[in-house]
C-alpha cells in the first residue's frame, strides 16, 4: 500500500543498535577464542604436551576456517543476516564445547582442543564479512563508517582480550612471571586454571547464542538509505565484476597482504618475543594494548570518515605509512646484534602499540573503500572475497611458520615488507565513491 512506504530518504531504527551489539560480541567472542592459546602457549606445552607445531596449528585453524568463505557469503546474500549468525554462532557454541570435553587421555584431548578450534575458524567468515552488509542494512549513510568499525574491530577486541586473560589467568611456567605464580606453576594447577579459561569461553558463547535466538532480525522494516534498498547483482555477476575490476584487485592485495601478515604475527607473539626474553605476561600486554590501540583509533578514524566523505585514500595513506616505519622500527629493534638499537620492554610495547594501532583502525576504512570501489556488489560478497585473501596469506605465512619456528627474523621482515608495498599499491589507487553518490544524489 502507498501508505506504507518509506521516504526516499530512508528510515533508521532504534533497534540497529541493539542488533549492531548482538553481531559485535559474536564478533568479540569468535576473537577471543581464536587467540586462546597464542598468549599463554609456553603454560599450553606444559599442560597438555603440545610442540610448536601444535602451537601453530592451533592459530592455523583460523585461516583454514575460511575455506567455505564462499557458501557462506552465499548464504549471507540468499538467506539474509539472521540465518547465517545461528548457523556462525551455532558452529562456535560446538567448537567451545569440544575444547571443555573432560578427557584423561591427552591424545585425544589434544584432537578434540585442535577440532574445537576448526570450528571456531568456521565462524571466522561471518564474524569478518558481514560487518558492511549490516551497517548498510541498518544503518543511514551518515552511520555507516562507524558501524562497520565497531562490527569488524569488537573481533579484534576479543584477540586482545585473550592476550589480557590467558597470561593473567594461566601462570606461566617459564620463570618470567611474579614469584607467587611460578611457586604455583605445577602442571596440574596450570591445566586447572587452563581449563577454567575454557569452560568460561564456552559459558560466553552460549550466552550469546542464546540472545541471537531470542532477537536477530535479517533486515529492517523499511531501508534506512537509497543504496540499501537498491537492487544488487546476482551472486555469479559479483564475481564476475570483482575478478574483472582492475582496481579492487589491487586495493584487495592493498589489504590482504598487510593485514594477513600482522593477525598471522600477532597470533604467535608469544613464540616471537620469548627469544629475546620477554616474559608471556609482557608478550600479552604488548598484544593487548596493540589490538586495543587499534580499535579506538578505527573508531575514532571511521567516525571522522562519516562527517568528512570521500577522503579514505588519504586516510588509508597516512595509516600505512605509520605502519611501514612502526613495523621498521621493531623489526630493526630485535636484530640487536646487527644494529645495536636498545631492545628494551618500552621500545618494544611502543613499536608493537604503533604497528597494531596503524593496522587495525584501517580495517573499516577498507571495507568501506571496498563497497564504494565496487557497487552495486553485495558488500558481504565484496568483503567476502578480501578476507578470503587476507586468511590465505595468513595461511601460507603460518604454514611456512610450522617448519620454520626456531628463529623468527625472517618472519619480522614480512611486515615492514607487507606494509610498503600496500603503500604503494594504495598510492598508484583512484578511488571511487558509486554508492555514496547514490545516497547523495538521487535522496536530494
Known amino acids: 500500500p502507498a501508505g506504507r512506504l518509506p521516504p526516499l530518504s530512508g528510515r533508521v531504527y532504534g533497534r540497529r543498535w541493539l542488533v549492531l551489539l548482538l553481531f559485535s560480541l559474536l564478533g568479540f567472542a569468535q576473537g577471543l577464542v581464536w587467540n586462546t592459546w597464542g598468549p599463554i602457549q609456553n603454560s599450553a606445552r606444559l599442560a597438555f604436551g603440545f610442540s610448536g607445531w601444535d602451537i601453530a596449528l592451533l592459530v592455523f585453524w583460523g585461516p583454514i576456517g575460511f575455506a567455505p568463505c564462499f557458501f557462506f557469503m552465499w548464504l549471507m546474500d540468499k538467506k539474509g543476516l539472521r540465518v547465517t549468525v545461528l548457523l556462525t554462532s551455532s558452529l562456535m557454541v560446538l567448537g567451545a ?3 571443555c570435553v573432560p578427557i584423561s587421555d591427552l591424545e585425544i584431548r589434544k584432537k578434540l582442543i585442535h577440532g574445537g578450534q576448526l570450528l571456531n575458524g568456521l565462524a571466522g567468515p561471518t564474524v569478518m564479512n558481514a560487518a558492511p552488509f549490516l551497517s548498510t542494512t541498518w544503518f543511514s549513510p551518515d552511520e555507516r563508517a562507524t558501524a562497520t568499525a565497531i562490527a569488524s574491530l569488537l573481533n579484534y577486541l576479543g584477540s586482545a582480550g585473550a592476550f589480557l586473560v590467558g597470561p593473567l589467568v594461566v601462570p606461566s611456567p617459564n620463570g618470567t612471571a611474579h614469584l607467587l605464580l611460578a611457586s604455583q ?3 596440574e594447577h596450570i591445566k586447572d586454571r587452563i581449563e ?6 564456552f559459558g560466553m558463547v552460549s550466552l550469546i547464542f542464546s540472545a541471537a535466538l531470542a532477537y536477530f532480525p535479517s533486515r529492517p522494516p523499511f531501508p534506512p538509505s537509497v543504496a540499501a534498498a537498491s537492487q544488487r547483482l546476482s551472486y555469479r555477476r559479483s564475481f564476475c565484476r570483482l575478478l574483472s575490476n582492475f582496481r579492487f584487485l589491487m586495493i584487495a592485495l592493498a589489504y590482504a597482504i ?6 598471522g604475527w600477532s597470533g604467535v607473539l608469544d613464540l616471537i618475543l620469548t627469544p629475546v626474553h620477554v616474559s608471556q605476561v609482557d608478550a600479552g600486554w604488548i598484544g593487548f594494548w596493540s589490538i586495543v590501540g587499534g580499535c579506538v583509533v578505527g573508531i575514532a578514524m571511521a567516525r571522522f570518515a562519516d562527517f568528512i566523505r570521500g577522503m579514505l585514500k588519504f586516510i588509508l595513506l597516512l595509516l600505512l605509512s605509520g605502519a611501514t616505519l612502526a613495523s621498521t ?3 630493526l629493534t630485535c636484530l640487536t646484534s646487527v644494529t645495536h638499537l636498545p631492545l628494551t620492554t618500552a621500545t618494544l610495547y611502543t613499536s608493537c602499540i604503533l604497528l597494531g594501532i596503524f593496522l587495525n583502525s584501517s580495517v573499516p576504512i577498507f571495507f568501506e573503500l571496498f563497497v564504494e570501489t565496487v557497487y552495486p556488489v553485495p558488500e558481504g560478497i565484496s568483503c567476502g572475497v578480501v578476507t578470503f585473501l587476507s586468511n590465505v596469506f595468513m595461511g601460507v605465512l603460518l604454514f611456512f611458520l610450522t617448519f620454520y619456528h626456531t628463529e623468527f627474523s625472517w618472519f ?3 611486515l615492514p615488507g607487507s606494509c610498503l608495498l600496500s603503500l604503494l599499491l594504495i598510492l598508484c589507487f583512484r578511488e571511487s565513491y558509486d554508492r555514496l553518490y547514490l545516497d547523495v544524489v538521487v535522496s536530494v
Open 97 to 99: 564445547g569440544l575444547r
Open 185 to 187: 606453576s605445577n602442571t
Open 196 to 201: 577454567a579459561v575454557l569452560y568460561a569461553e
Open 258 to 263: 598487510p593485514l594477513g601478515v600482522f593477525s
Open 329 to 331: 622500527w621493531f623489526t
Open 412 to 414: 619480522n621482515w614480512c
